[in-house]
């Protein structure tokens, strides 16, 4: 597994995978064989990921069977040991092929939210946990979808949270930002239902929260509404694909963008 080299190198990385693309341990050791080639190519790297897929389904399932009211700040604290189980492993894949890495919950990496439990929102980053790994070259492998609130409970941050926990450490960092997922990037609909879809190249920050604000689902828009306040270059592409087909862009405005109709 490769994934294009579309971007600067000198500048850090941080690739995010979703629950499709760590779903299994075969899928997971392809995973850490990309993040190791970049990793051995001196470049600073950081991987959020996504819990397994089906594993949140499963934790909410088992919740279910608790009770019919079941409480937010412990639904939060059973849903983000999800991602944290993904983390590891990634980690340990990471370890096993040579490359020094370690895995975080989201409060181990500085990730504070607000106190909403379920939907809550990242109010600061604090980057001194990663910059010491990436000093000593280590990986640091991040649990998305989480954080911890001032009084010091575990919080999720709702649909999407893995994209936006991914693009705040990005934007904290100043960072590139690569959302890696099961499809080969943005199109003008959904391929499985448009016949005539038409993959994007690239398309704006104003364009991409369109789309997802209309039910486009490759980026959820609070990640991308943090990119473009931060001026993080996003990038969406397949995660296990053979071959180096690029994906799509999204970046600020520029004048061939805005003479482009779309909707």
């Known amino acids: 597994m490769q994934h294009a080299n579309h971007t600067d190198s000198t500048r850090g990385v941080v690739y995010k995978y979703g629950g499709t693309s760590v779903a299994t341990p075969e899928k997971i050791k392809a995973v850490?064989?990309?993040?190791?080639?970049?990793?051995?190519?001196?470049r600073r790297i950081v991987v959020v990921a996504s819990a397994m897929g089906g594993a949140t389904d499963a934790l909410i399932a088992l919740a279910q069977k608790m009770g019919d009211v079941l409480s937010p700040r412990e639904m939060d604290a059973l849903l983000s040991t999800g991602e944290q189980q993904t983390v590891s492993l990634i980690a340990m894949a990471l370890n096993a092929l040579g490359v020094p890495a370690m895995s975080m919950t989201g409060w181990q990496c500085g990730v504070y939210?607000?106190?909403?439990?379920?939907?809550?929102?990242?109010?600061?980053?604090?980057?001194?946990?990663?910059?010491?790994?990436l000093k000593k070259g280590v990986v640091p492998v991040v649990a998305g979808f989480?954080?911890?609130?001032?009084?010091?409970d575990i919080t999720t941050?709702?649909?999407?949270?893995?994209?936006?926990?991914?693009v705040a450490l990005a934007a904290a960092l100043g960072f590139d930002c690569d959302i890696y997922t099961d499809v080969d990037g943005v199109y003008t609909a959904d391929?499985?239902?448009?016949?005539?879809?038409?993959?994007?190249?690239?398309?704006?920050?104003?364009?991409?929260?369109?789309?997802?604000?209309?039910?486009?689902?490759?980026?959820?828009?609070?990640?991308?509404?943090?990119?473009k306040k931060h001026g993080v270059r996003l990038f969406v592409g397949k995660a296990l694909c053979e071959d180096r087909a690029e994906g799509t862009y999204v970046v600020p405005d520029t004048p061939r963008q805005?003479?482009?109709?779309l909707s």
């Open 32 to 42: 850490a064989k990309c993040v190791a080639d970049v990793a051995k190519s001196g």
């Open 113 to 133: 939210t607000n106190g909403n439990h379920t939907r809550a929102r990242i109010t600061d980053v604090d980057t001194a946990a990663m910059q010491a790994c």
């Open 146 to 152: 989480q954080g911890i609130d001032p009084h010091g």
């Open 258 to 261: 805005e003479a482009r109709a």
């Open 191 to 227: 391929p499985r239902k448009v016949k005539g879809a038409r993959k994007l190249s690239a398309l704006s920050y104003d364009e991409m929260i369109a789309m997802s604000a209309a039910g486009a689902k490759v980026l959820e828009k609070r990640s991308v509404e943090i990119a």
């Open 157 to 166: 941050l709702g649909r999407g949270g893995s994209d936006t926990t991914a």
